[in-house]
C-alpha cells in the first residue's frame, strides 16, 4: 500500500487503488467463509460496478477534441506553434486519471503561443498506428502526451526506451511542464 501512494499521482488515485484492494480481499475473505457470502456479495460488487463506474472529469477546460482530419488541418498546417496531444482511449483507466491534470495545464499555459487537444485513439486507430500508439488492452503507452513544434513530434510521454520497453512517466502537474517545457 505504501509503495501504491508513492507512485500514485493524486490521492483520488491512491484512493481507488485502496478501495479496489479492500473490495477484492472482502471478495476473497467471503470465498473462505461460505459461499453464499462470497456469491452475494459478487453480485453486490458486479452491480455497483455497473450502476456506478468511476466518473470523468467535467469540470472547465481550455483544450479541443479533435479527429485526425482536424489534427492535419489545425497541428500540421501550423494554427499554434506550439501543440500539447492527449492520445487517450475512453475504456483506459489511466487516461481518466491524467484528465483533471490535462484540463489543469490547458487551463495555465493555453495561449496563442500553446494549444491543448485530445484525441481518442480508441475511435481513431489511424491515428494510434500514424504516431506508433499501442491501444492493446495492457498497453503502458496510454495516455501518450506528444508535443508538437509547427506540426513536428518534438516530445512525447512515455517514451519508447531502444529496447522498446515503455517508461511508466509520472503525471504530475511538475512532472509535466518539466518534460514538455511549457514555462517558456
Not at 57 to 85: D, H, N, Q
Not at 149 to 165: A, S
Request: charge should be positive.
Amino acid at each position: 500500500m505504501l509503495i501504491k501512494l508513492v507512485k500514485s499521482n493524486s490521492k483520488d488515485e491512491f484512493l481507488g487503488v485502496v478501495f479496489l484492494y479492500v473490495k477484492v480481499s472482502l471478495l476473497y475473505l467471503s470465498y473462505h467463509c461460505s459461499f453464499s457470502l462470497f456469491f452475494g456479495y459478487l453480485v453486490i460488487f458486479i452491480t455497483l460496478w455497473i450502476s456506478f463506474p468511476q466518473p470523468g472529469y467535467e469540470g472547465e477546460t481550455a483544450f479541443v477534441y479533435m479527429t485526425p482530419l482536424e489534427f492535419s488541418k489545425r497541428i500540421i498546417t501550423g494554427e499554434k506553434e506550439y501543440w500539447v496531444v492527449e492520445a487517450y482511449a475512453t475504456w483506459c483507466p489511466p487516461c481518466r486519471q491524467l484528465a483533471s491534470n490535462f484540463a489543469g495545464l490547458s487551463l495555465k499555459y493555453n495561449s496563442e503561443k500553446i494549444g491543448f487537444a485530445k484525441i481518442d485513439v480508441g475511435r481513431h486507430q489511424e491515428f494510434a498506428d500514424e504516431h506508433q500508439i499501442s491501444t492493446k488492452g495492457t498497453t503502458k503507452q496510454l495516455p501518450t502526451l506528444i508535443l508538437f513544434h509547427h506540426g513536428e513530434e518534438v516530445d512525447r510521454m512515455p517514451r519508447i526506451k531502444p529496447n522498446l520497453d515503455v517508461e511508466t512517466p509520472k503525471w504530475t502537474e511538475k512532472a509535466l511542464k518539466s518534460r514538455l517545457k511549457l514555462l517558456q
